[in-house]
């Protein structure tokens, strides 16, 4: 791979994924998320992740798949009631749950790629629970959490129309969180749906520069089921 040529195939962009990384998956209720790229992490067989994404996904869609085969030891989400499983597996104990707000999520990810310590928000002030163990600090009278920033060792992203030098174009809504995570992890590879030449994407609609992209792969798109508990 070269830096003007940054198409890949899927399992050289998974190589280095080992037991313990933290990974930020793109997507929302699956819509967004890398299809392709979450298989191949599942059959890798790597485990005791951390992940950040912005809910839980389904059983068989986005993430699901990672947290019913039991792969995920930490998830950062705004939520995960779309997936029974992670619910059973929060309550068991089997699997940490941290729940951010969707927007505080979104601005922790986009300080986390800014290269600032965190954010200042009254999103959760007056509850003790969402307070606890953070910090506090008073502007104008007013107080604040402190949220710290999030970042990853990988991003696993998901784009409609990628060029060869990994800028990326999103479809709409499943556009969601994934600049964001693009450029708030350590190393980003983007799962797209067409892989053009360069030079054919119109500069004013790229969205993800290739600068925050190591490797593009082409999306093989749902082909899979995974039977869950």
């Known amino acids: 791979m070269s830096i003007f040529h940054k198409q890949i195939d899927i399992h050289e962009a998974i190589a280095d994924v080992n037991d313990e990384s933290v990974i930020m998956f793109g997507g929302f209720g699956g819509v967004g998320s890398p299809p392709s790229l979450i298989e191949a992490i599942l059959e890798s067989g790597v485990k005791e992740l951390t992940v950040i994404c912005n809910d839980a996904g389904f059983p068989e869609i986005g993430i699901g798949p990672l947290i019913v085969h039991r792969r995920v030891k930490r998830l950062i989400a705004s939520h995960i009631g779309s997936n029974p499983v992670a619910g059973r597996q929060m309550t068991d104990g089997t699997l940490e749950v941290e729940f951010?707000?969707?927007?505080?999520?979104?601005?922790?990810?986009?300080?986390?790629?800014?290269?600032?310590?965190?954010?200042?928000?009254?999103?959760g002030?007056?509850?003790a629970t969402v307070c606890e163990n953070k910090e506090t600090v008073t502007i104008d009278g007013k107080p604040y959490l402190v949220e710290k920033a999030l970042t990853a060792d990988f991003a696993f992203v998901s784009a409609h129309t990628a060029d060869e030098f990994g800028n990326l174009t999103y479809d709409k809504t499943a556009r969601n969180m994934n600049p964001l995570m693009a450029a708030a992890a350590e190393r980003t590879f983007a799962e797209a749906v067409t892989i053009v030449p360069a030079g054919e994407l119109d500069s004013e609609h790229i969205v993800t520069p290739g600068v925050f992209v190591e490797g593009v792969v082409q999306t093989e798109g749902v082909k899979w089921k995974w039977a869950w508990e």
């Open 125 to 127: 002030i007056d509850n």
């Open 100 to 123: 951010s707000p969707q927007g505080t999520l979104a601005e922790r990810i986009r300080a986390g790629g800014a290269g600032l310590g965190g954010i200042l928000t009254d999103i």
